[in-house]
């Protein structure tokens, strides 16, 4: 499609405008919405990794207090990848990128109360 520009575009531009943009504007969708996933999916690597890294630098054993809200985190991370997964089977972007911001303000707030 070749675009140009005069004086009064006419109503077929415009729709060739709209047409572009919607094309391009999905494209970016679908890339954030990959993103997203990924950028969950290493919330969940390090939300399980944690305890690990803490017992490792750590004088005493580690109790369930301590793990609790680390494995919360990676509990709401899971499940929130799972909702994306089988968003992503019916292309629904901005619900995956939706998700994925409900999944990360859910772990801040998991953080915040345990004052992690």
């Given at each position: 499609?070749?675009l ?9 531009h ?17 890339y954030i919405?990959r993103?997203?996933i ?14 690990f ?9 580690l ?33 995956i ?14 953080k ?5």
């Amino acid at each position: 499609m070749f675009l140009y520009y005069s004086a009064f575009p006419s109503r077929i531009h415009i729709i060739e405008k709209d047409i572009i943009m919607k094309t391009f504007f999905i494209k970016n969708e679908k890339y954030i919405s990959r993103i997203s996933i990924f950028a969950v999916f290493l919330g969940l690597i390090r939300s399980l990794s944690e305890p690990f890294r803490l017992q490792y630098y750590s004088t005493i054993p580690l109790g369930f207090e301590q793990v609790k809200p680390f494995l919360l985190g990676a509990l709401v991370a899971a499940i929130g990848l799972l909702l994306m997964t089988i968003l992503s089977f019916y292309n629904r972007d901005r619900f995956i990128i939706f998700m994925a911001a409900l999944t990360i303000i859910l772990m801040m707030l998991i953080k915040f109360e345990y004052r992690i």
